[in-house]
Each structure stands twice: as structure tokens, then as C-alpha cells.
């Protein structure tokens, strides 16, 4: 589903922040070198979490599924001076083409980067987080919030990407589509959840703010 036209899309780039000179590169290399590359946060999303992580000012950044390492840059942006980004994805063939950008970036040396499934390297990780961001498997999004409440900070931000799953969310669910069925039990646990207070905004294919009370 897509839920604007091009042309609004192109005109809301426009009036938006430009894209800075690092991730612009980073998106072309993306596009030409690596597979699936709409996974990319791009432009418009990419200012979102810019804009988002500078009006929070995290001193620590979770981000699961990291990809290319678009998302990652654009959350250094607000991040507190001594702060740190621990980024997690299973694809070890991206692992040498996100550091190769992250060390051309300010931040190169408070990104860490975890290989490996997310739900056994969070519990291991010993640090509060007042950001993070999911944009993994769909399927393991309620597994992923449960095994991150304990670790947020209160008053943390929790942003949730792809939470409208191009509109699936509001159509008959097929017994095989795992991914929608988890999405859709994911977003009402996140509405009746007392522990966050949460907004959905339709920014490219939805994504979910939950602020930790």
C-alpha cells in the first residue's frame, strides 16, 4: 500500500532538513552494492530520527537491525557528546560496510556493533538506554519490547518502525503471515500497555513513538 503519492512524498523531502552529504553517499552505495535497498530509513524517516534523537539528547542509543547503517547516523546526530550506540543485526556480510561509513562519521568510535540474534545480546548488555529503535523482524517485536523495558531509562523513548506493514495491519490476516498477526497484537500491546504512553505516526510504512512512564 502506498499511502501518499510520489509527489507529496518529493515535496515533503523538499521542505524538510536536507540529507546530509555522508548518508546521501550512504543511500547511493546502498542502492548500488547491497540487496532489499528500500530497507534504507532514506531521507524524509532518516531527518525523523535526527529530529527526534536531538529533542531527546540520549547519552545511550539501542537500535536493532542496523542494515546498511543509515538509521544508526541519523540517531548519533542527537546523541549526547560522550555518549554510545549499540546497534545489533544478524547479517555478518553488512558488518564491514557499516563500520566503513560509521568511521567516516563523527561517531565512528562510540558505535558498537553486535552480530548476532537481538534477544540473547540485550539481556547482556549492561547499560541503560534512553533511545531505542526496532526495525528487525517483525515476528520477535513483542519479545524485543519485553527484554527492553527493564533497560530503558524512565522517560526513554522506544520508536518502533514498520508497525503499518504497508497496510496489512487492516486486512484479514492469512494463517501463514506470522509477521502481520505479531504486528497487530504488537501495536494494541503497546496502546494498553501502562508502563508506556504511545503515539503512531504514518511516516512511511509506521512508525510507533512510546515514551516509558
Not at 145 to 166: A, R
Request: proline share 4%; hydrophobic share 40%.
Amino acid at each position: 500500500m502506498h499511502f501518499i503519492s510520489q509527489e507529496l512524498e518529493d515535496y515533503i523531502e523538499q521542505h524538510s532538513e536536507k540529507e546530509p552529504e555522508l548518508l546521501a553517499a550512504l543511500n547511493k552505495e546502498t542502492y548500488q552494492k547491497i540487496l532489499l535497498p528500500r530497507m534504507l530509513s532514506g531521507h524524509f524517516q532518516g531527518r525523523v530520527l535526527s529530529m527526534l534523537a536531538k529533542l531527546i539528547r540520549p547519552l545511550n542509543i539501542l537500535e536493532i537491525g542496523t542494515y546498511t547503517g543509515y538509521s544508526a547516523l541519523c540517531l548519533c546526530e542527537g546523541m549526547q557528546e560522550n555518549g554510545t550506540l549499540h546497534t545489533i543485526d544478524i547479517k555478518e556480510e553488512l558488518i564491514d560496510f557499516q563500520r566503513k561509513h560509521f568511521d567516516k562519521s563523527p561517531w565512528g568510535k562510540q558505535i558498537v556493533q553486535h552480530l548476532g540474534e537481538a534477544v540473547d545480546i540485550i539481556p547482556k548488555l549492561e547499560v541503560k538506554f534512553d533511545l531505542v529503535f526496532i526495525d528487525a523482524d517483525k515476528e520477535n517485536y513483542i519479545n524485543y519490547f519485553n527484554i527492553i523495558l527493564p533497560k530503558m531509562n524512565k522517560g526513554g523513548i522506544i520508536l518502533s518502525d514498520n508497525v503499518l506493514w504497508s497496510g496489512k495491519v487492516l486486512e484479514p490476516i492469512h494463517p501463514n503471515d506470522i509477521s502481520t498477526k505479531i504486528l497487530v497484537e504488537y501495536n494494541a500491546l503497546l496502546k494498553n500497555d501502562l508502563r508506556v504512553e504511545t503515539v503512531l505516526l504514518p511516516i512511511r510504512d509506521g512508525l510507533t513513538v512510546s515514551r516509558v512512564l
